[in-house]
């Protein structure tokens, strides 16, 4: 069974930081892209970063500057840092290959994490 685990939101300052998690199953972090992506209240979901199998990375222009993507292939897993953090980032999180996976012709999604910035 597939598991895409989210970790690491919180309710933090604007301008502050946090640090998302996610443990990717060996046989899909190995082959694949793997994204964040994050779904704002009233809005799509909508792909915030991807990072390559080779580390090659892409961001939203809208967090450019301020997020990190990365892989730990020790850990199998992926992370993003989030910096300088601005209320309109407030969402759940979620990370996914690029496509997002897709079971039985449905796409799969984790739990997410929330991430709020208020002050």
């Known amino acids: 069974q597939v598991q895409l685990v989210e970790s690491g939101g919180d309710l933090v300052q604007p301008g502050g930081s946090l640090r998302l998690s996610c443990v990717v199953p060996e046989d899909i972090f190995g082959s694949n892209t793997m994204g964040w992506y994050r779904h704002l209240s009233g809005k799509a979901r909508e792909e915030v970063a991807r990072i390559t199998v080779g580390s090659i990375t892409r961001y939203l222009d809208s967090v450019k500057g301020r997020f990190t993507i990365s892989r730990d292939a020790d850990k199998k897993s992926v992370y993003l840092t989030m910096n300088s953090l601005k209320t309109e980032d407030t969402g759940v999180y979620y990370c996914?290959?690029?496509?997002?996976?897709?079971?039985?012709?449905?796409?799969?999604w984790g739990q997410g994490t929330q991430v709020t910035v208020s002050s």
């Open positions: 996914n290959t690029i496509p997002a996976l897709k079971i039985r012709s449905h796409e799969y």
